[in-house]
């Protein structure tokens, strides 16, 4: 009996379609944070203290961006592989190698 591979289906959704939900939420939470620190500055708050407050949305924003990445070389990558595999067709997975490194780039820019 054979098993029979599939090519893996582009629309089956993106690497962060299991934890959507989770994503929305962590979102909704730094936009309620950036709406805090428009408030501190409409207060006239101390600069150190809008600081802090940026400096933790910067770092809550980095977390979705390494899960994002994450989430895209777990899924998208490896699919891209599986297919490269399948087709013998190594530009599929050096196309989606290259884009993963160049969002990692726009990341660390």
Do not use: F
């Not at 993106?14 to 939900?21: L, M, N, V």
Request: glycine content about 8%; some cysteine.
């Amino acid at each position: 009996m054979s098993e029979t591979i599939t090519a893996p289906d582009t629309n089956a959704g993106h690497g962060y379609a299991p934890d959507k939900e989770a994503l929305l939420k962590r979102l909704r939470r730094i936009e309620g944070q950036v709406r805090g620190i428009a408030r501190m500055v409409d207060e006239d708050t101390y600069c150190i203290d809008i600081l802090t407050q940026v400096s933790a949305v910067n770092a809550a924003l980095h977390k979705v961006s390494l899960g994002l990445v994450q989430g895209h070389i777990g899924h998208c990558v490896v699919d891209a592989a599986r297919e490269s595999a399948e087709t013998g067709d190594p530009t599929i997975v050096a196309d989606k190698v290259e884009e993963a490194s160049a969002a990692i780039g726009r990341l660390l820019r």
